[in-house]
């Protein structure tokens, strides 16, 4: 147990005390951001005269040791220190001397939590956009080979209207577009450094705070430091852009799962990405979609637990904060790994089109298809509806699709049918028609695989992080 603290205590904090409140066993995480806020405070003390050049080039070399021997296995981060702040300052003070003492200059671990805290919710950020955009390209490849798989569309899980594979993973395309606006939103929302704030109330040392801020890859320096120390909603937006991501990947988990069931029959997932069962030989279990679809529970749990940490603290800083990073940790974990899981699985399966497309001949899609087709010859919708229902509960009874009736059949029931009713209703004129802006039609949704081809290209990753930095200044 070695403490920053301890001139007014008499006594030594109890072992498990001292357990209890150490952060130290998850904050270690945080050792890149924590050293590299050290090294922007360090330069900018000492262009504001406050430590010598002597002592921030010291400070520099020892800080730049110990994030190098920590990487290389040679300098283990123990529970000997309460958390990564502390470990991070004995071992510069043991290393270089009396000039390590001088780094926590101005500065309080409130404030630089709230950094290490805010550069990781920005880094991770950068991390999942990346992720998300590799799967968007995996998405855009199956839309591309998969613009004519007709395959019928649902509500309410019942056969609805035919549609294509490639509208439906538009579907899930677009969800991950909103995700990575989501989260790019968040980076715009952290664009101010707490670095300088203190404990809650400033500082009397001549700090440049827009400097520290700059140099952190900020827009300048938070503006309430009370506010700058207490403030966690980037973690409570973050964890809230997780568990959004989560509820698509469960969406898309559910959907694998039943496509995947003998009775569907509409996928082959890759062995490399299913499990088989200790008792039943013929079983391919999709344990994958299963699994994210259940993870997504915990994703939540940890946003919940967030906000009710967070709901009743007074200012500024409170020990309840220290609640923030495992849940936040795990959550991004959580959502990385799924995610990567969960697109290669995508990646590697197989799509049984003739599956699909029996599967959309079947269940009337194209009732709606034979509705327009009267109401094209002169009938009103609503008359057209009715005739239609009356044609299905026949054809029902027949145990036959609308296609397999005869012209004569179809003239007892309405007399506007001709021999083209064949054609209007067959699943590619079904789908062929359906042309307005995003609707299943080849050539729309070819249009729409182009754009997000463009958005790929001109949107990437780097570019998009860099511009933000520019584009506010
Ligand atoms: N380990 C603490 C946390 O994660 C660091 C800040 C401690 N500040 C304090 N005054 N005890 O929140």
């Not at 040679?74 to 004995?90: P, R």
């Not at 991501?245 to 069931?261: C, D, G, P, Q, Y």
């Not at 679809?293 to 009710?308: D, E, I, P, Q, W």
Request: glycine share 6%.
């Amino acid at each position: 147990m070695a403490q920053l603290w301890g001139g007014r205590f008499t006594k030594e904090t109890d072992r498990d005390v001292y357990l209890f409140n150490a952060s130290i066993n998850f904050d270690k995480r945080l050792y890149a951001q924590d050293i590299q806020g050290s090294m922007v405070h360090a330069d900018m003390l000492c262009k504001q005269g406050i430590i010598t050049q002597k002592e921030h080039d010291d400070i520099i070399d020892g800080l730049a040791r110990i994030k190098e021997q920590i990487e290389d296995g040679s300098l283990e981060i123990t529970d000997k220190y309460e958390d990564i702040h502390s470990f991070v300052e004995a071992n510069l003070t043991e290393m270089i001397g009396d000039a390590g003492k001088k780094l926590h200059t101005g500065r309080s671990r409130n404030d630089q939590v709230a950094l290490d805290v805010k550069l990781f919710v920005r880094g991770a950020i950068q991390n999942l956009d990346k992720d998300l955009e590799a799967f968007q390209k995996i998405l855009v490849r199956v839309m591309e080979e998969n613009l004519e798989t007709y395959m019928p569309g649902f509500t309410h899980l019942q056969k609805a209207q035919p549609v294509t594979l490639a509208h439906h993973f538009g579907a899930y395309y677009e969800m991950f577009r909103r995700d990575r606006h989501r989260i790019r939103n968040i980076f715009r929302n952290t664009q101010e450094c707490p670095l300088g704030a203190g404990a809650l109330a400033g500082t009397t040392y001549p700090l440049d705070r827009a400097y520290t801020a700059e140099n952190l890859g900020f827009l300048g320096p938070t503006l309430n430091s009370m506010d700058s120390v207490s403030d966690r909603d980037h973690v409570i937006e973050f964890l809230n852009a997780l568990s959004m991501i989560m509820m698509h990947l469960s969406r898309f988990s559910e959907e694998v799962i039943i496509w995947n069931s003998n009775e569907y029959g509409f996928i082959e997932i890759d062995d490399a990405f299913s499990t088989g069962s200790s008792i039943m030989p013929q079983k391919k279990n999709p344990d994958i979609a299963e699994l994210v679809r259940g993870k997504t529970g915990r994703v939540y749990g940890h946003l919940m637990a967030m906000l009710t940490t967070m709901k009743g603290l007074p200012l500024a800083y409170n020990k309840d904060m220290q609640e923030d990073k495992e849940g936040m940790f795990d959550a991004y974990d959580t959502v990385t790994e799924c995610l990567n899981m969960f697109m290669q699985m995508v990646d590697t399966m197989k799509f049984k089109k003739d599956v699909m497309a029996k599967s959309a001949m079947k269940g009337f899609t194209n009732a709606t298809d034979a509705a327009d087709y009267l109401v094209n010859h002169g009938v009103p919708f609503r008359d057209a509806h009715g005739i239609i229902g009356q044609l299905v509960l026949k054809c029902i009874e027949k145990d036959k699709s609308i296609e397999d009736m005869s012209l004569e059949e179809l003239k007892e029931i309405s007399p506007v049918f001709e021999e083209d009713i064949y054609d209007a209703i067959s699943l590619k004129a079904c789908v062929e028609r359906r042309l307005t802006t995003g609707a299943p039609g080849v050539s729309e949704m070819k249009r729409i695989t182009e754009l997000y081809r463009q958005d790929l290209a001109v949107d990437s990753n780097a570019a998009y992080f860099t511009f933000q930095k520019i584009d506010q200044n």
